[in-house]
């Protein structure tokens, strides 16, 4: 089955740059017919789309979240990578990793603070 694991500092400093890396298991992230997204959740709201990657490279972006946000891949590590700069203390929150909306990382927790 599809295993993913999220990985990263759980804190960075307000200004900096966020960077953040999904390990797949159990599937290729170049396998016809899936996506591949990062949503976030900060504590006490819902959660929030950020970013989907498809299974040859093109990518979208949440509006309010674009000018800041970066999905890419590694495909010979089969891995996902999140980068969102300029981060503040409203970027608080549990960031996931999913294949679809049917398979989801552990999520893990990232705190914005100086």
């Known amino acids: 089955q599809v295993q993913l694991q999220e990985s990263g500092p759980g804190l960075v400093k307000p200004s900096q740059t966020l960077s953040l890396t999904c390990t797949v298991s159990g599937g290729s992230i170049t396998t016809n017919g899936y996506v591949w997204r990062w949503i976030r959740q900060p504590p006490g709201k819902g959660l929030e789309w950020m970013c989907t990657?498809?299974?040859?490279?093109?990518?979208w972006y949440s509006p309010s979240l674009k000018s800041r946000t970066s999905i890419s891949r590694d495909t010979s590590k089969n891995q996902l990578t999140l980068q969102l700069t300029s981060v503040t203390p409203e970027d608080t929150a549990v960031y996931y990793c999913?294949?679809?909306?049917?398979?989801w990382g552990q999520g893990t927790q990232v705190t914005v603070s100086s």
């Open positions: 990657i498809g299974s040859t490279g093109g990518t």
């Open positions: 999913l294949q679809g909306w049917d398979y």
